[in-house]
């Protein structure tokens, strides 16, 4: 049974950084897209970092060059560092895992595309 935990979130200021991280069991990272979302109180879930099976990465267009995406095969997690935190990042953080081996790049960040989640982590920027 596929189980994602994540863990990391917390309250910062804008300009600040935070590491959020997902262990994964029930089944190995490394055989399987994953990715990060984000849902802010009244408005829908969106993506925000993929991470294809042999390691390429997509991301939102309002988070790149902030936030990267990486996993540890050995550790079977996935992380998210994030810099440089805007007041507009605040939102429940999920990650999440799909079966469909074959996404496109912009797929990655699709949350219709994955079909297990975690309980979310929160992060709140405060201005």
């Known amino acids: 049974q596929v189980q994602l935990v994540e863990s990391g979130g917390g309250s910062v200021q804008a300009g600040g950084s935070l590491r959020l991280s997902c262990l994964a069991s029930?089944?190995?990272?490394?055989?399987?897209?994953m990715g990060w979302f984000r849902q802010a109180p009244g408005k829908e879930r969106e993506g925000v970092a993929g991470r294809a099976r042999f390691g390429a990465t997509y991301y939102a267009e309002s988070v790149k060059g902030r936030f990267t995406i990486s996993a540890d095969n050995a550790e079977n997690s996935l992380y998210l560092q994030m810099n440089s935190l805007k007041p507009e990042d605040t939102a429940m953080y999920y990650c999440?895992?799909?079966?469909?081996?074959?996404?496109?790049?912009?797929?990655?960040?699709?949350?219709?595309?994955?079909?297990?989640w975690g309980q979310g982590t929160q992060v709140t920027v405060s201005s």
């Open positions: 029930g089944y190995t990272i490394s055989r399987r897209p």
């Open positions: 999440a895992t799909t079966p469909y081996d074959s996404l496109s790049y912009s797929d990655l960040i699709q949350p219709s595309q994955y079909d297990s």
